[in-house]
């Protein structure tokens, strides 16, 4: 399906464990982001990347991996996870360029729950 | 440091009654603003944006909103609400000069009474 999604949707897991969330979309867009949002502060930038092997970090990096070999795909990666990284995670891809007011557009969010 | 102020955490408006959701922003350099709607349980869906041009932009679903430089807003508006606007509104904003991230607002939860 055309679009932007994410897998897996829910995940319950332990402290310590690594834990990857992916991300895919259709619409070879350039730009991919990482949201984390939290009651009471939005959606805050982990990490995004400008093109396949691009990437750099956002507001709350720490604790967070992210790689792009391909231009579809943007796995967040949790290395050891901690319950403050309990959170809905949410991907979003933009197109290309300098564009002003270019959308971003999102995919529907994974629940993540650390216990 | 670029800031987003949503001031109003919770609003509750009657159906039918008109709708006003605040927006204030700190950026040191010309913004591009955003509006977006939260169903519970689902992503987030663009209602407006505005990069330049005329203040007064018109969105999906008969919201609208107005850009007011001098007082760093980005108000969202609506005449008449309806219970299915009932979800969480976040405002965003943007600069080419930061790389196009966006900054976002703590959100606003709309409630709509019967």
């Known amino acids: 399906d055309a679009g932007i999604t994410q897998s897996p949707r829910y995940k319950i897991t332990e402290t310590g464990r690594q834990v990857t969330l992916m991300c895919h979309q259709t619409?070879?867009?350039?730009?991919m982001f990482w949201y984390r949002q939290d009651l009471g502060h939005g959606l805050r930038l982990i990490y995004y990347?400008?093109?396949?092997?691009?990437?750099d970090k956002g507001e709350v990096p720490d604790g967070y991996v992210v790689s792009r070999s391909k231009t579809e795909n943007f796995p967040l990666t949790l290395e050891s996870a901690t319950r403050s990284q309990t959170s809905v995670y949410f991907c979003?891809?933009?197109?290309?360029?300098?564009?002003?007011?270019?959308?971003?557009?999102f995919g529907p969010g994974t629940r993540l729950t650390v216990t | 440091a670029q800031s987003v102020t949503q001031p109003d955490i919770h609003i509750t408006v009657s159906e039918g009654a008109s709708l006003e959701l605040r927006c204030n922003y700190s950026?040191?350099?010309?913004?591009?603003l955003f509006w977006y709607v939260q169903s519970p349980g689902q992503g987030l869906q663009l209602l407006l944006k505005?990069?330049?041009?005329?203040?007064l932009v018109q969105g999906i679903k008969g919201f609208e909103a107005e850009f007011k430089r001098s007082q760093s807003s980005f108000n969202l508006r609506k005449p008449s609400v309806h219970w299915s606007d009932a979800a969480e509104y976040f405002c965003?904003?943007?600069?080419?000069?930061?790389?196009?991230?966006?900054?976002f607002g703590a959100g606003t939860i709309l409630r709509v009474k019967s």
């Open positions: 950026y040191g350099a010309t913004p591009y």
């Open positions: 505005y990069f330049s041009g005329d203040t």
């Open positions: 990347s400008a093109a396949a092997d691009i990437t």
């Open positions: 965003a904003v943007g600069a080419w000069e930061y790389g196009n991230k966006l900054v």
């Open positions: 619409w070879s867009h350039s730009y």
């Open positions: 979003a891809s933009r197109a290309q360029g300098a564009v002003l007011g270019a959308e971003q557009y």
